[in-house]
């Protein structure tokens, strides 16, 4: 069972159109990242939500983090190939009787697809 | 800067033998961590690192054991390779807590037959 679930998992489009992703959990974080990977590389951090009912803009792709700090979102307007890769969201994991110090858990993916 | 770099980035065991995957970055950081991506799985951490001298283990640490040799470099071993630890292996690092960016390294691609 993921502790963060995001939906869809594959996501193919024409260049131009727009398109969300959800990440969801039971669980409530707090703050949740959304990081892009490309093939054959490394994730990279896109952005970092903290607060709930927060709203993130980076160009052309917005992010949010739900009023009750349990699911984000990341809609992307306009699509163009460059966009193209595995996109995965993440939140601090929390140990009973640790810390979250430096541990996330991550969903499991979406793998987008923009065709010129 | 090189940022986190990795080796090898392909390797090829067999059932029951050894290696030890190595990572180091060069950005000072105090955090260091080992996941594994499987298909459809995301990312799941090993192992991680808070500071030099420090270890603790992550969401699937058996099978494997780390070593933070210094601030820089945080290895990774695998003692006798099963097939069910195939998978893309990836150091990151971070400067500070749970929020802070973490860096990734490009991977190890790990196949046990």
């Known amino acids: 069972t993921q502790l963060l679930e995001q939906s869809p998992q594959f996501l193919s489009i024409q260049e131009g159109e727009n398109l969300t992703v959800y990440c969801n959990s039971s669980s409530v974080f707090s703050s949740l990242q959304w990081y892009r990977q490309e093939p054959g590389e490394g994730p990279v951090l896109l952005v970092t939500?903290?607060?709930?009912?927060e709203v993130k803009k980076l160009k052309r792709l917005t992010f949010q983090f739900g009023d009750a700090r349990k699911d984000s979102s990341l809609h992307i307007t306009a699509a163009q190939p460059g966009d193209t890769g595995l996109y995965l969201c993440?939140?601090?994991?929390?140990?009973?009787?640790?810390?979250?110090?430096?541990?996330?858990?991550f969903g499991q993916g979406t793998i987008l697809t923009v065709h010129p | 800067n090189a940022g986190v770099t990795q080796t090898p980035k392909f390797q090829v065991l067999k059932t029951g033998q050894s290696m030890t995957l190595q990572c180091a970055q060069d950005m000072n950081h105090n955090s260091m961590y080992w996941y594994r991506q499987d298909p459809g799985m995301g990312l799941r951490l090993i192992y991680y690192s808070a500071s030099e001298g420090t270890t603790d283990k992550g969401e699937v640490p058996n099978g494997y054991n780390v070593s933070r040799l210094n601030k820089r470099e945080f290895s990774l071993r695998l003692e006798s390779a099963a097939p069910s630890q195939t998978s893309v292996y990836f150091c990151?690092?971070?400067?500070?807590?749970?929020?802070?960016?973490?860096?990734f390294g490009p991977g190890t691609r790990l196949t046990v037959l």
């Open positions: 939500v903290v607060t709930g009912g």
């Open positions: 993440a939140g601090p994991l929390w140990v009973a009787g640790g810390t979250s110090y430096g541990k996330l858990t």
């Open positions: 990151a690092s971070s400067y500070g807590d749970h929020t802070d960016t973490q860096y």
